[in-house]
């Protein structure tokens, strides 16, 4: 069964402080990796996807990378903005589940003091 | 970029009453659609995959009596709670995804069911 753990569960810095969320999961047969953005009480906002194949993605002030064999994936995010504060979720779709099912972690919610 | 639209964003209704939500996929065929539980301060679980045109598959622990899936179309799939109770209140969110399991998951923007 795929487990996904995201460290570290809060995280709060200054504004303008590059930082680095990490994402690791159990079962490394993975289709793809998303890092999703949730703000409170609102839906998921995807930031970033990136195939098995491939090693990063990156958008605008975000990169996020993918080590499959390690079960790793970061998202750095670069001067960080107040705006930026939300929780970040990273979600695994995998080979051995039904359909391609995605597997959550619980998320790394951030705040980025002005 | 693929837009998926889940209505009615807030619901509020009386213990007993059946809710039916809704999830749209606006400018892609989603030939599988997922339903998620979310808790407070807690990550999504999955309820369900549906694929159109076929039965949903629920995942271990939900009552497939309780909240039914439809997906009659590549568009649309409906979540209904039948006969709510507070213990059923959450924020419910769909995704939508097109073909092939390495394709990404769009999401609605999640319905807040409470109920009394």
């Known amino acids: 069964k795929q487990e996904v753990t995201q460290i570290p569960a809060a995280l709060s810095v200054p504004e303008g402080e590059n930082l680095v969320l990490n994402c690791s999961f159990t079962d490394s047969a993975i289709y793809n990796l998303q890092w999703f953005r949730q703000d409170p009480g609102k839906g998921l906002t995807s930031l970033l996807l990136?195939?098995?194949?491939?090693r990063e993605q990156t958008s605008g002030r975000l990169n996020a990378s993918l080590d499959k064999s390690s079960g790793r994936s970061t998202l750095y995010i670069a001067a960080s903005q107040p705006g930026d504060s939300a929780t970040y979720l990273c979600a695994v779709s995998g080979y051995n589940t039904n359909a391609g099912k995605s597997t959550f972690g619980d998320g790394t919610t951030l705040t980025v003091k002005p | 970029g693929a837009v998926v639209s889940q209505h009615p964003s807030w619901v509020i209704c009386k213990s007993g009453t059946s809710v039916k939500i809704e999830c749209r996929s606006l400018d892609f065929q989603a030939t599988t659609m997922f339903w998620y539980r979310q808790f407070p301060k807690q990550s999504l679980m999955l309820m369900a995959t549906?694929?159109?045109?076929?039965?949903?598959?629920?995942e271990q622990g939900v009552e497939k009596d309780k909240f039914l899936i439809n997906h009659a179309s590549l568009t649309l799939s409906t979540l209904t709670v039948t006969s709510a109770h507070p213990e059923d209140s959450s924020f419910y969110i769909c995704?939508?995804?097109?073909?092939?399991?390495?394709?990404?998951?769009?999401f609605g923007d999640g319905t807040r069911l409470s109920i009394l």
């Open positions: 995704s939508a995804r097109g073909p092939g399991s390495n394709q990404p998951q769009h």
């Open positions: 549906s694929n159109e045109g076929s039965k949903a598959t629920y």
């Open positions: 990136i195939q098995s194949s491939q």
